[in-house]
């Protein structure tokens, strides 16, 4: 997620072992024994009650997204037009979304309803053009997603300023190559045919180019995801402020959105 939100990337608040940037102030010692046993004998606080970051409180902010992704999705699926305006309007929330300081959860809801429009609509058409195309995207996004959470609690992998690099690298050389092919098909530069443009056109060693950059993109993703997983755990670890689950949710909605379109792309190249 720190990769994706700049006023946050730099932050002390989220970076590992840094509890002092959201430590609470000092609310004075017990000072009896009947002040340390009513102390004791009350029951735990909750996130709620703390105004901190937890795990539950987190997961709680994603289940309501993805409600509202799914929701919104239904209604992208019956009404296939409105797959390029819930798009637009779902770039723009996320962009939004990054580059605020502070989160809005009115904001980030909007823009899992946005995005279920545009998700709904694109697996209609997919869907109507290669049967069963779906349940196999969803089936491998499910599969990523979990293996790389197991990975991540299990320790296995970590996120690392070194990787970080390479993925932001990897990342600005994706998104160019994606503007190219978008334009190429736009100006004809590639055969108006083909519905991916290059990568359905471009061969590597009898592989259809689209192969290659979806299983790069797949990589690319699951790194997202331990970064994700990362800012989540430094952001409790820290005792950061509450609102900032809705961050954590909002990393692992557009994450597992852009997966499940790589999955959609990377299937439809394969069967043509």
């Known amino acids: 997620m720190a990769s994706r939100n700049p006023a946050l990337s730099n932050s002390p608040a989220f970076k590992p072992n840094n509890r002092a940037a959201f430590a609470a102030p000092a609310t004075g010692v017990a000072e009896t024994e009947g002040d340390l046993e009513k102390l004791y004998s009350s029951p735990a606080a909750t996130s709620a009650d703390t105004d901190r970051m937890s795990y539950e409180d987190t997961i709680g902010k994603t289940v309501v997204l993805f409600i509202v992704l799914l929701?919104?999705?239904g209604?992208?699926?019956?009404?296939?037009?409105?797959?390029?305006?819930?798009?637009?309007?779902?770039?723009?929330?996320?962009?939004?979304?990054s580059f605020k300081r502070s989160p809005s959860a009115p904001l980030i809801i909007a823009y899992a309803a946005a995005q279920g429009l545009f998700v709904g609509g694109i697996s209609q058409i997919f869907e109507?053009?290669?049967?069963?195309?779906?349940?196999?995207a969803v089936v491998a996004t499910m599969v990523v997603f979990g293996v790389t959470l197991a990975l991540f609690a299990s320790g296995k992998?970590?996120?690392?300023?070194?990787?970080?690099?390479i993925f932001l690298v990897a990342m600005i050389g994706?998104?160019?190559?994606s503007l190219v092919n978008v334009a190429l098909m736009m100006f004809g530069g590639v055969d108006s045919?083909?519905?991916f443009g290059l990568r359905s056109q471009a061969v590597i060693f009898g592989i259809p180019l689209g192969i290659v950059i979806g299983v790069l993109a797949v990589l690319m993703a699951a790194y997202s995801l331990v970064l994700d997983f990362d800012f989540i755990k430094n952001g409790v670890a820290n005792r950061?402020?509450?609102?900032?689950?809705?961050?954590?949710?909002?990393?692992?909605m557009v994450t597992i959105i852009w997966l499940y379109v790589e999955f959609l792309r990377m299937f439809a190249i394969a069967r043509n």
């Open 75 to 97: 209604l992208g699926w019956m009404f296939p037009v409105l797959t390029i305006p819930g798009a637009i309007v779902g770039l723009g929330l996320g962009l939004v979304n």
């Open 128 to 136: 109507h053009l290669w049967s069963g195309i779906v349940f196999q």
């Open 240 to 252: 950061a402020p509450r609102a900032f689950g809705w961050y954590g949710a909002f990393g692992l």
């Open 174 to 177: 994706y998104v160019v190559f």
């Open 157 to 165: 992998i970590r996120a690392s300023k070194r990787a970080t690099k």
């Open 71 to 73: 929701l919104g999705a």
């Open 193 to 195: 045919s083909l519905a």
